[in-house]
Nanobody
Framework: QLQLVESGGGLVHPGGSLRLSCAAS????????IGWFRQAPGKDREAVGC????????YWPASVKGRFTISRDNANKAVYLQLNNLDPEDTGVYYC??????????????????WGQGTQVTVSS
């Protein structure tokens, strides 16, 4: 069973940056694509992006393209979500997720089998 742990959330001013990390407390991330979802207050969870084990990335909401970047650090067994030029609309709980396999499987929640507990990102002045 893959267990995912997120870190790096916090409070940031509009226009600021954060880097979220995803690590595995069991097994290894090397064999799994890793995605990120977020849930804003009062809204459904939405997919933010995904990276395959081969390093291919996909981003879904138009609002995050060009501002968010997903990367893998195989040496440190981690996946990162770099958040730049943050907006209050980016506020929410960010979840690290993984499907069964090396490839990204789209933006549907049901496609991802493993979920972390989430880390809170608050963008406010």
């Amino acid at each position: 069973q893959l267990q995912l742990v997120e870190s790096g959330g916090g409070l940031v001013h509009p226009g600021g940056s954060l880097r979220l990390s995803c690590a595995a407390s069991t097994l290894s991330l090397d064999y799994y694509a890793i995605g990120w979802f977020r849930q804003a207050p009062g809204k459904d969870r939405e997919a933010v992006g995904c990276i395959s084990t081969y390093g291919d990335t996909t981003y879904w909401p138009a609002s995050v393209k060009g501002r968010f970047t997903i990367s893998r650090d195989n040496a440190n067994k981690a996946v990162y979500l770099q958040l730049n030029n943050l907006d209050p609309e980016d506020t929410g709980v960010y979840y690290c997720v993984a499907p069964l396999g090396r490839l990204c499987v789209g933006s549907a929640r049901e496609a991802y089998n493993y979920w972390g507990q989430g880390t809170q990102v608050t963008v406010s002045s």
